[in-house]
């Protein structure tokens, strides 16, 4: 059971719009503490994706974005491609167990 | 450019050890934590705690407090995992990352391309 809480799949049509989710509480996001996001392509490592809520590094296009409100983020994908065809985690920090914590992962599926 | 590579699969029984390693390039080793993430086949992300390079000092998740000890070799820019008494269930793939940010906005880039740990007696 992970602290932070995401669907476990969403799916969209190439160049559609999709939405990712992540769930918290008072002792994690809605502490104020940042939400990240990170990428996983099949069979390799995460990637960073979004940082500090909204921010983008480099490389990464803008059809990427996060968002954070209350005890919620949220990431958007934009003119979903097929290589976004991926699994994304949620990351931030939890005041009471004083550690990371991540979201149980999303699998996007571009139909 | 900055980079990360671990070191390579393992196989152990039950009851043993495994010592995990991370080598840093592109960057000053002591001058960022250093992570350790899991994931179990199929699973999700599990953070398991952070060393400082500088210092040695170390933070563990509670759940692995008492079976994981992370160092570090500044000679040669490299950290270590090692975790003691495997189960079944620590079977996955081990991931090392570089802390960015606070202490409390901390976000994890880059990663290593992770290390298979199987548990099979």
């Known amino acids: 059971q992970s602290v932070l809480t995401q669907p476990p799949s969403v799916s969209g049509a190439p160049g559609q719009r999709v939405t990712i989710s992540c769930t918290g509480s008072s002792s994690n996001i809605g502490a104020g503490y940042d939400v990240h996001w990170y990428q996983q392509l099949p069979g390799t490592a995460p990637k960073l994706l979004i940082y500090g809520n909204s921010n983008r590094p480099s490389g990464v296009p803008d059809r990427f974005s996060g968002s954070k409100s209350g005890t919620s983020a949220s990431l958007a994908i934009t003119g979903l491609q097929a290589e976004d065809e991926a699994d994304y985690y949620c990351?931030?920090?939890?005041?009471?167990?004083?550690?990371?914590?991540f979201g149980g992962g999303t699998k996007l599926t571009v139909l | 450019q900055v980079q990360l590579v671990q070191s390579g699969a393992e196989v152990k029984k039950p009851g043993a050890s495994v010592k995990v390693s991370c080598k840093a390039s592109?960057?000053?080793?002591?001058?960022?934590?250093m992570h350790w993430v899991r994931q179990a086949p199929g699973q999700g992300l599990e953070w398991m705690g952070w060393i400082n390079p500088n210092s040695g000092g170390t933070n563990y998740a509670q759940k692995f407090q008492g079976r994981v000890t992370m160092t570090r070799d500044t000679s040669i820019s490299t950290a270590y995992m090692e975790l003691s008494r495997l189960r079944s269930d620590d079977t996955a793939v081990y991931y090392c990352?570089?802390?960015?940010?606070?202490?409390?906005?901390?976000?994890?880039?880059?990663w290593g391309q992770g290390t298979l740990v199987t548990v099979s007696s």
């Open positions: 990351q931030s920090y939890d005041s009471s167990l004083f550690y990371v914590v």
């Open positions: 990352a570089r802390n960015r940010g606070s202490s409390t906005s901390n976000w994890f880039d880059p």
């Open positions: 592109g960057y000053t080793f002591t001058g960022y934590y």
